[in-house]
């Protein structure tokens, strides 16, 4: 499992796996349905769920887009919604070996996707192409420091500090930092619930 994404939580890479897996079937998708929705191979998926192989950040994200949910759910349990101080240390961080780092600094709150992420590209570093969310989503993306290439189904804008961008969430997107510089940038999302339900032929579940 070397060479994978790391997470700042105690979740291991079985829990996660297993949490992926409760999502699927809680929505009745099969392996090869999920495998499809989320353009992750059947093979990466399985070992996925069976904590065999730690999932890159794109993967993940493809993952829990194709269940309808964030990485943020995967990785957290749901708080009670009040007032809540999410401290440093208690930020869900994932880390991808190609460079970059995703900071998760909202809660998970019972019944609302939404995720508030601060992230950070080390130069050169090309964080890749997301999947698109249900329509009815939307994203919100801030630029603190250095420059972001943010690309929405094909076209490609340059922000650079100071800069912000929305975009409807249900479009391919794709972040890079072409630059020298360390880029820091804000993001904000909303997801729309998405129908997501599967029964596979003789109703049986993989």
Not at 4 to 33: H, V, Y
Not at 100 to 121: G, N
Not at 136 to 159: F, K, M, N, P, W
Request: glycine share 10%; aromatic share 6%; proline share 6%.
């Amino acid at each position: 499992m070397s060479g994978g994404s790391t997470f700042s939580s105690g979740l291991s890479i079985a829990e996660l796996g297993a949490r992926i897996r409760d999502e699927r079937r809680a929505r009745s998708i099969s392996l090869e349905q999920l495998a499809e929705l989320s353009g992750v191979s059947r093979s990466m998926v399985s070992e996925v769920e069976r904590g065999a192989k730690t999932p890159s950040v794109l993967v993940l994200d493809r993952l829990a887009t194709a269940l309808g949910t964030s990485i943020a759910r995967l990785l957290d349990e749901p708080v009670r919604p009040d007032v809540v101080v999410l401290a440093g240390d208690q930020q869900q961080v994932v880390r991808d070996p190609a460079g970059w780092e995703r900071r998760i600094l909202s809660p998970v709150l019972p019944d609302i996707e939404f995720e508030f992420m601060r992230t950070t590209l080390e130069p050169g570093v090309d964080a890749g192409e997301f999947s698109p969310h249900a329509p009815g989503s939307h994203e919100y993306v801030a630029v603190e420091q250095g420059c972001l290439r943010l690309t929405i189904d094909g076209v490609t804008h340059q922000l650079r500090a100071g800069d912000a961008a929305y975009f409807p969430g249900n479009r391919l997107h794709a972040f890079a930092n072409g630059s020298a510089e360390t880029c820091v940038y804000y993001l904000a999302m909303t997801l729309a619930s998405a129908v997501r339900t599967h029964r596979p032929p003789g109703g049986h579940d993989a």
